[in-house]
């Protein structure tokens, strides 16, 4: 099995992400509470498709769905973070099953805690990002699509210490969704020394009861460029973004 370690100094600061610490919800019976998300999909297509030319000795799948892909395209030694126990042990059982597990390296943590100073040559990120105040996927964990009010809890501290995580010749690719505002993003990464490219895109559906919790300040915001309405359907418009250090590409 892949190893699965709760890192020294660990403290978790989403715990219950519900208010008055009531319990999380159960998925529905018969469910998998990891089912690979859209936006998963569109990151793995853009890794097999951009991400075969960055050097292979290491790489961090944050937030983890993805290290399986960054195990295909030949990464020697995978690394993965995630707050949920269960997320990770879902990907061990992932990892044994399509022979990767001697390769992998799962830690329990909350973002850049676990894996302290260590640098990568490619980083995979799906992170929770939805514009919401409670868990907002009825499909999946509760610790899905739960980034906050203007959904960059996770984004902002994400993008601020990323820089201490690559090489000069590293890449990272992550989820981003429109209406969490391009210009705040490049502009966090101006700050450390990165740069941005979207490479993919595409417009995924949000299920009705998530699409009700999204944050209504977002949606009026981003109403026809982040998020598109089809009659009665929403869909959020998804980025893939490559991102460097400044100059290396």
Not at 32 to 44: I, N, V
Not at 45 to 65: I, N
Request: proline residues 8%.
């Amino acid at each position: 099995m892949a190893s699965l370690r709760r890192t020294c100094g660990w403290r978790p600061t989403l715990t219950n992400p519900l208010p008055d610490g009531e319990p999380l919800p159960s998925p529905p019976v018969g469910s998998d509470p990891f089912r690979p998300s859209g936006h998963t999909g569109l990151l793995l297509s853009a890794l097999r498709r951009f991400g075969g030319t960055a050097p292979k000795r290491s790489g961090l799948d944050m937030g983890v769905g993805s290290g399986a892909v960054l195990g295909m395209l030949g990464v020697e030694r995978l690394y993965g973070v995630d707050i949920d126990p269960e997320a990770l042990a879902a990907t061990a059982d992932l990892m044994a099953q399509i022979g990767l597990a001697d390769r992998a390296d799962l830690r329990l943590g909350s973002l850049w805690e676990p894996v302290l100073h260590e640098r990568f040559d490619i980083i995979a990120s799906n992170l929770p990002q939805f514009a919401a105040t409670e868990p907002a996927d009825p499909e999946h964990s509760p610790y899905w699509s739960f980034g906050g009010a203007d959904g960059r809890r996770f984004m902002d501290p994400f993008l601020a210490g990323l820089h201490d995580h690559l090489n000069e010749t590293s890449v990272a690719f992550i989820t981003h969704n429109r209406f969490l505002g391009m210009e705040r993003t490049e502009a966090l990464l101006r700050e450390t020394g990165l740069e941005a490219r979207e490479v993919l895109s595409a417009a995924v559906l949000l299920h009705p009861l998530k699409a009700a919790l999204l944050h209504p300040d977002v949606r009026a915001q981003a109403q026809g460029v982040g998020i598109i309405r089809l009659g009665p359907y929403e869909f959020v418009d998804v980025q893939i973004l490559e991102i460097r250090p400044r100059g290396s590409a």
